[in-house]
């Protein structure tokens, strides 16, 4: 996460520093004293399989222009997290879900970010390119462009669907996912 320079409230120049009482530095104003608490952003996620096939969308903007994702996005105020994921698949997919579950927690300790994913079944038959999204595809199991996937949660999150959609009993499980930088470094 990039620090903090100037005060969200009056301008001023911020210093990294512990204030008192506290545990960890802050990004605190020289100017006014406000401290900016700075915490891990929600983005939500959900897989959507359609006759045995999972729904990818392939990214139109970076990060990772041109990869396959699971709809995922940014929580925003005043949404829950379901709510966030159904946005998602709107705005990426032009889908709606339905028998939607809770399938996983991922805490992406490197990027400050808890992925909450979601699984469900398309409903209905409708989707297609929305904003940010170049192509929709239904994908097998067995042609997912792994290598082509945008995010190591989301390979993560899909390997464990697959395996699970076998026996169709599904976990819901909470998860460390390691970025592994070298490795990103080659597929991009
Ligand atoms: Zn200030």
Redesign the pocket.
Known sequence: MPEIKF?N????QIHYQQPEGDNADRAV?S????IHYENPKIVNACIIEHEGKILLGKRTIPPREGFWNVPAGFMENGESTRAGARREVREEVCAEIADMQLFGVYNIIQRNQVHVYFRGHLKGTHYAAGAETSEVKLFAPDEIPWEQIAFPVGITAMKRYVEEMKSGEFTIIEDDIIIDYEMLKKFS
């Open positions: 005060c409230v009056c301008g001023g104003c100017q006014c004293g406000h």
